[in-house]
């Protein structure tokens, strides 16, 4: 094939909207959406300030199974909100993680995969999502010690705020080229610093800081995927067929000697790899 | 914000909902259910004021072809005119269509 084949061959994980993505990872006709959209479990607070609701909140919690093992995704929407975890979407999530601990607990296995595409917080919801956050890192923290909890970050939107930590925390993280991921977006970096300090029109020098290919590249992330349907869902199977390995924020040694290599006035994407690069 | 609702008569029971699109910029939501009375009912949340006679004219001309007694949901996100009609086309397709 071609590369203008196998371009067409692919179905794009990016395009899908978070209930797609789910559908499509989880085996054929096992999807089961828990609290979906005519729940009508909605924000309480986005109206109060003039903001339209979706009726799932931005979250999509799908029961189903993983290579024949029972499986639970909490799929982020990107387009509502800018993926924003508020009040209820992050509960929704947290207790889908803290419902897969249970299992556990009850002598019974689930497979849990995250898929992030979020800006972190909803700012409209301030506390009440950074609240949610924390439950949802410690509930990875807690849920980890069983089964590797996967995160997949699609792009575009990438993964940002209290979230890139949840994203952190994963034992598997997933990233496509477009993807990116970070602590605070360019954005605001820019609005805050100053264009001096960052232009965050500039999407080379972006990407190369953030992008999923520069995350991998340095550690932070574990596998490069294309933005291919496919190849996410053999991706994430195969993380699950490696079982529990040695999570990345457990090494804090590791990375205290790494943040040591590094010169803050002379840093950049290439300097990096070359301090951190793992391959 | 601004909130609508309107009603339109129905000749037949709907059976199965339907769920589709996002709130995201320029889209919208749908969810079509059985409605609880024999007539249909829509009930719009949009972002953009002011534009309650074009939503109007989309229904009526909707509910021209459309006679079942859904309750229809829709929340937008400053979706025009068109993708409006596409969007509830596409839960009537899902609510009727062979597969679920």
């Avoid at chain 1, 919690?61 to 979407?89: C, K, M, N």
């Avoid at chain 2, 589709?20 to 259910?33: A, H, Q």
């Avoid at chain 2, 972002?47 to 937008?76: C, M, P, T």
Wanted: charged residues 25%; negative net charge.
């Amino acid at each position: 094939m071609n590369a203008h084949d196998t371009f067409l061959a692919r179905q794009s994980f990016i395009e899908l909207t978070a209930r797609e993505r789910a559908r499509t990872l989880l085996d054929p006709g096992t999807f089961r959406e828990l609290l979906g959209p005519f729940d009508h479990l909605e924000s309480p607070w986005l109206a109060m300030q003039d903001i339209v609701c979706q009726a799932d909140d931005g979250a999509v919690i799908a029961r189903g199974t993983l290579d024949g093992e029972p499986a639970v995704i909490a799929a982020i929407e990107p387009a509502f909100q800018g993926g924003s975890i508020g009040e209820v979407s992050g509960a929704k999530i947290a207790a889908a993680l803290e419902l897969a601990l249970s299992e556990f607990e009850a002598g019974r296995a689930i497979r849990p995969v995250v898929l992030f595409e979020t800006g972190g917080v909803r700012l409209q919801e301030a506390n009440l999502g950074l609240a949610a956050i924390a439950e949802i890192q410690a509930a990875i923290v807690a849920l980890r010690q069983h089964v590797p909890v996967v995160g997949v970050i699609g792009g575009m939107v990438g993964c940002f705020g209290g979230m890139s930590l949840a994203a952190a925390l994963c034992t598997d993280l997933v990233m496509t080229r477009q993807a990116r991921l970070g602590m605070n977006g360019p954005e605001v970096i820019e609005q805050e610093a100053g264009i001096e300090e960052l232009d965050s029109g500039d999407r080379r020098l972006i990407w190369s800081m953030i992008g999923g290919d520069e995350r991998v590249a340095v550690g932070l992330a574990d596998t490069l995927v294309e933005d291919d349907t496919d190849q996410v869902r053999e991706t994430v199977l195969g993380a699950f067929r490696r079982g529990v390995q040695k999570h990345r924020t457990e090494d804090v040694d590791g990375f205290i000697a790494r943040l040591a290599q590094v010169n803050p006035d002379a840093i950049d994407p290439d300097t990096l790899r070359t301090l951190w690069g793992t391959s | 914000m601004e909130n609508m609702r309107y009603e339109y008569p129905a000749k037949r029971p709907v059976t199965r909902r339907a769920h589709v699109g996002v709130v995201g910029s320029g889209d919208l939501e749908v969810l079509l259910s059985p409605s609880p009375g024999a007539n249909a009912e829509v009930v719009i949340r949009t972002s953009v004021d002011g534009y309650g006679h074009v939503w109007k004219s989309v229904l009526d001309r909707f509910f021209q072809r459309y006679d079942g007694a859904a309750k229809i949901e829709l929340n937008d996100f400053g979706a025009t005119p068109g993708i409006v009609m596409l969007r509830l086309n596409e839960a009537v397709e899902a609510s009727e269509g062979d597969t679920p």
